[in-house]
């Protein structure tokens, strides 16, 4: 689902008032949103709040996801489903043990 004129043109307004590394940080946001959007429409059959005899299950709410980059973290809501699952491909399961400590466990 891509951005409409009048989300775009806020989102370029808050885009004006931060610094560069907000700024970064926040596209890279938005564009991480937009392809977990995408690809839960893929994999339901339909968009938001559309119908379809396509349609495989329905869209039932979001959960907060956050995703560490090196433009900082981004915070993404990921689409719940009422049968079956879906997790975005962009995002990596949750980890259990931190790649430092997996190190620091290696080397002893």
Same mark, same amino acid.
Do not use: W
């Given at each position: 689902?891509?951005?409409?004129?009048?989300?775009?043109?806020?989102?370029?307004? !808050?885009?004006?008032?931060?610094?560069? =590394?907000? $700024?970064?940080?926040?596209?890279?946001?938005? +564009?991480?949103?937009?392809?977990? /959007?995408?690809?839960?429409?893929?994999?339901?059959?339909?968009?938001?709040? !559309?119908?379809?005899?396509?349609?495989? =299950?329905? $869209?039932?709410?979001?959960?907060?996801?956050? +995703?560490?980059?090196?433009?900082? /973290?981004?915070?993404?809501?990921?689409?719940?489903?009422?049968?079956?699952?879906?997790?975005?491909?962009?995002?990596?399961?949750? $980890?259990?043990?931190?790649?430092?400590?997996?190190?620091?466990?290696?080397?002893?």
């Amino acid at each position: 689902m891509a951005l409409d004129q009048s989300a775009l043109l806020a989102l370029l307004a !808050e885009l004006k008032l931060t610094n560069v =590394t907000d $700024r970064i940080r926040m596209v890279t946001e938005t +564009l991480y949103q937009e392809l977990i /959007d995408a690809e839960a429409t893929a994999h339901i059959g339909t968009g938001r709040f !559309e119908r379809s005899d396509d349609r495989t =299950t329905q $869209r039932n709410g979001t959960r907060p996801r956050v +995703l560490t980059t090196t433009a900082g /973290d981004l915070n993404l809501k990921v689409p719940k489903l009422r049968q079956g699952s879906f997790f975005s491909a962009f995002l990596e399961r949750c $980890r259990r043990v931190d790649q430092a400590l997996f190190a620091v466990v290696m080397e002893a």
